[in-house]
């Protein structure tokens, strides 16, 4: 039998648009017969296992966010179809936690507040509250459990969202590019922040959209780069170089020559 924590079997995925100008996906070959269609992806194909750090690259517009809310279950591909731990994907599960770049923390929440949403196991709410004391220590946010979100600068938002999660302890761990709209420095600090909630959380699945080569290269165990559109899976490498990584290391530096290559840049590495 086959183990794999995530199976992705033949998925292709369209958009179809019917009635209106707005376009929805289905996966339903029988409602697109009269609606204008566009396939994002086809025919993927993948096997994730538990506790992996997956990286998905892509040009823009190639469909990686689509391939994150597939296997999340935020709809249904064309054709083919997701399975996790064997189990046939038919909608999101609450175990599973979704970071954005935008981010997601509750805007009318304290910082406290909004760590301890994911540890509503716990009976106690002062218990809780200390908990999410702790959990915020762990990225270097100590003190701010008192403010609100929008108090806090862009990273210090992230790490929080990075908080909650290690405080939710999710089954599969969704990231689309988390920390695009960051600055240089701020996102260095943050993948340090990444690895440790790794170390942290070793059963936990990791599907982690990027668009910086050397974040992937530092951070994840497999590398996948998806093809223009309609995107199918175009390489998938592992990276078994121990941590800590430089991506500028001997190492890495063929891979990350490669990597390159595939998305199309040949000059400015
Ligand atoms: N709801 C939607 N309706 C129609 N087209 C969509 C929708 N969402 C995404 N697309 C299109 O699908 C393609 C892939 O989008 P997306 O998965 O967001 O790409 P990426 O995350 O790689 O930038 C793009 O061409 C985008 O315009
Ligand atoms: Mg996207």
Redesign the pocket.
């Known amino acids: 039998m086959n183990t794999s924590k995530i199976k992705v079997d033949q998925v292709t995925v369209e958009?179809?648009?019917s009635n209106g100008s707005?376009?929805?996906?289905f996966g339903n070959h029988r409602k697109r017969k009269d609606g204008e269609c566009?396939v994002?992806?086809h025919d993927i194909n993948l096997r994730i296992e538990a506790g992996e750090f997956v990286s998905i690259l892509?040009?823009?517009?190639?469909?990686?966010?689509?391939?994150?809310?597939i296997i999340a279950g935020f709809f249904k591909p064309a054709a083919g179809e997701v399975r996790i731990d064997g189990r046939k994907v038919d909608g999101p599960r609450p175990d599973h936690v979704f970071v954005f770049q935008e981010g997601a923390l509750f805007p009318w929440l304290t910082i406290g507040e909004n760590v301890a949403m994911a540890l509503r196991s716990v009976a106690d709410s002062k218990e809780r509250l200390q908990q999410s004391r702790e959990y915020l220590a762990l990225v270097a946010l100590e003190g701010v459990e008192n403010d609100y979100p929008h108090m806090l600068s862009g990273g210090m938002r992230q790490r929080a969202e990075i908080a909650r999660a290690m405080a939710a302890r999710p089954d599969i761990l969704f990231m689309?590019?988390p920390f695009s709209g960051l600055d240089h420095l701020t996102r260095l600090h943050l993948r340090e922040e990444m690895l440790y909630l790794h170390i942290m959380l070793p059963r936990t699945t990791i599907l982690f959209?990027t668009h910086d080569i050397d974040e992937a290269l530092q951070l994840s165990n497999r590398l996948i780069i998806?093809s223009e559109?309609p995107?199918r899976v175009k390489c998938c490498r592992t990276i078994d170089v121990p941590h800590p990584r430089n991506p500028a290391s001997d190492d890495l530096g063929e891979l990350r020559a490669q990597i390159y290559h595939h998305l199309g840049v040949h000059t400015a590495l």
């Not at 707005?22 to 996906?25: E, G, Y």
């Not at 892509?58 to 809310?69: A, N």
Request: aromatic share 8%; with cysteine.
């Open positions: 958009y179809t648009k707005k376009w929805l996906s566009r994002v992806l892509g040009h823009s517009g190639c469909g990686k966010s689509t391939l994150l809310k689309d590019e959209v998806l559109p995107a």
